[in-house]
Structures are given as structure tokens and as C-alpha cells.
């Protein structure tokens, strides 16, 4: 009898040991959040870290949080860090009648105002950068800078009805194949083939009815000198870190923001975040020192 009772008082202490240790592993899990814009559309984001000012990490054009990876550990370790899936990417919700620039901007503010964030900077690769002047035009109390990635090149420049239609029609006619092509010119031949195909794949599988409506809009906002014109009534820092793939005219952007500079990261390319995470890291931790 005493054997049996000694085995039963073993059972319950292992049964204990057990739920305390799941506990322990569930409060280290840190699950996406979720919060509606301002059309009702939800918004997943992902925090990490403490410390300010906020860093706001806002994906580009077919992506999604997870692109920042190379990233989060980094900066988390003294900063808050915040991710998230603007609305039709990631975990996301879908449901919206056009993806803008504008509604993005108003993503990335329900997931600042939801976290009751004071003092943020907003990190935009891509696309990321025009949503993020749109973010930054809806918090100017909140926002005290911008850092475009691999963004920004010439907001001066003139884009003509044409040639949006000869760039969209690709994608209207057959997505994935047009998004495949239209990824692996952003690459150079010396990026990690893995990671190129990853990222050529996995914008591939995008929703097309939000990539294009996403990219309609961009680029007619390039075309009717909005997008310019909103870069231009920024009242705070701004600064590129650019691969040298392609040209940036920093001259040209400083006739609209005439404190705007740029870093540029040689050898590299338009996903450089991810191609050369310690060259990018350091380059964005160096920009978050400097005194706005």
C-alpha cells in the first residue's frame, strides 16, 4: 500500500512539473496580435523587445512581416520592434476594394495606436517607404522618422499613363509567372540562389487582385505627382539605405527634402536587408543614433 501511495504522489508531482513547465513554454511564446484599420479590414502584427523609440518595421510590395527576420533579434534587444502584414498580405484580412497607399498608412497607424506607441520610427522597404510617409502624415506627433530601404530613388521622377499599363499588364495576363520574372531582376548574380528563389516563389503566391491594385496605385500616384508631393510636406528625417542596383538621386530628392540623405550598401541588391543583414544592420543602428 505505501509503494502504491509513494507512486501516486510521484505521478501527481511529475503531472505538476509537467504543467508548470507548460506554462513557462507558453508565456515564451509570443503569438501575433490583431487589430482593425481604420475600414475594419484586421491587421497582424508581431512586438518584440522594449526600449524607445519604437522601431516599425512595414514590408514591401507582395511580402509580409517575415521579411524583416534578419532584423528582429537585432533590434529587439533594445528597442521595441514591431511587424506587421499590411491589409491583403501575410495574416492579414483581405475584403478591401483597393489597396493604396493611403489605407496602408492607416494599417500601420491602427497597429501604433493599438500598442499606444509615443515615439516611432518607421522603417519601409519598397513599397514599405511610400506607405510609410503615408503613416508618418497620419501621426505627425508620433513619427519622428523615416528610414527607406532600397527606396525613395528619385520621388521627383515622372512615370507616364503607358508605361504603368505596359508594367501592369504582365500581371493581369499571368501573375505568378510575371511576378517570378519581375523578383529575379531585382536580384544580382551574387545573392544566395536560396534565398532568390524563396523570395521569387513565395511573392509568386501573392493574392494578384491585391498585388496589382497595390501596384495601380503606386505607381499612379508616381504619375500624378502625389507621391512627391506628400514625400515634400514631411516634416521630419528621412533616409534611404539603398543597394547600388540602381541609381539614387540624392540631389533630386533633397529639392523636395532638402535634409534627405542616403547610405548606399555596394555590392548588393534590392532585398539587401535580407541578402546582407550584418552590412544593413549596422548601417540602420548607425541611423537610429543620430539625434533626429
Not at 507512486?7 to 511564446?29: D, P
Not at 528625417?237 to 547600388?244: C, G, L, P, R, S
Amino acid at each position: 500500500m505505501r509503494r502504491v501511495a509513494l507512486h501516486g504522489v510521484r505521478y501527481v508531482g511529475l503531472m505538476l512539473l509537467l504543467a508548470l513547465a507548460n506554462q513557462a513554454l507558453a508565456a515564451e511564446v509570443k503569438w501575433p496580435r490583431m487589430t482593425d484599420s481604420a475600414d475594419g479590414v484586421p491587421i497582424a502584427y508581431e512586438v518584440q523587445g522594449s526600449g524607445e523609440p519604437t522601431l516599425v518595421f512595414i514590408h514591401g510590395w507582395s511580402s509580409d512581416g517575415r521579411y524583416w527576420r534578419g532584423q528582429v533579434p537585432y533590434f529587439s534587444q533594445n528597442h521595441r520592434v514591431i511587424t506587421l502584414d499590411l491589409a491583403g498580405h501575410g495574416h492579414s484580412g483581405l475584403g478591401r476594394d483597393a489597396y493604396t497607399m493611403p489605407a496602408f498608412g492607416e494599417d500601420v497607424k491602427a497597429v501604433l495606436d493599438d500598442l499606444e506607441v509615443e515615439r516611432a520610427i518607421l522603417i519601409g522597404h519598397s513599397m514599405g517607404g511610400p506607405v510609410s510617409v503615408e503613416a508618418a502624415r497620419l501621426m505627425p506627433d508620433h513619427v519622428i522618422g523615416l528610414v527607406g530601404v532600397d527606396t525613395f530613388h528619385h520621388l521627383a521622377s515622372a512615370i507616364s499613363q503607358e508605361q504603368r499599363d505596359t508594367m501592369r499588364e504582365p500581371f493581369q495576363e499571368d501573375f505568378a509567372p510575371a511576378a517570378r520574372q519581375f523578383v529575379a531582376s531585382m536580384f544580382i548574380e551574387s545573392t544566395d540562389s536560396a534565398l532568390r528563389d524563396w523570395v521569387m516563389h513565395d511573392i509568386a503566391t501573392a493574392p494578384p487582385e491585391v498585388a496589382i491594385s497595390a501596384m495601380d496605385d503606386m505607381l499612379s500616384r508616381h504619375a500624378d505627382g502625389e507621391a512627391s508631393r506628400h514625400f515634400e510636406e514631411l516634416t521630419i528625417q528621412v533616409v534611404a539605405i539603398n543597394a547600388d542596383l540602381w541609381p539614387t538621386d540624392i540631389e533630386a530628392n533633397r529639392q523636395l527634402q532638402p535634409e534627405f540623405r542616403a547610405v548606399i550598401i555596394e555590392e548588393s541588391d534590392h532585398f539587401l536587408h535580407m541578402a546582407k543583414p550584418a552590412a544593413f544592420n549596422h548601417e540602420l543602428e548607425r541611423i537610429i543614433g543620430t539625434p533626429p
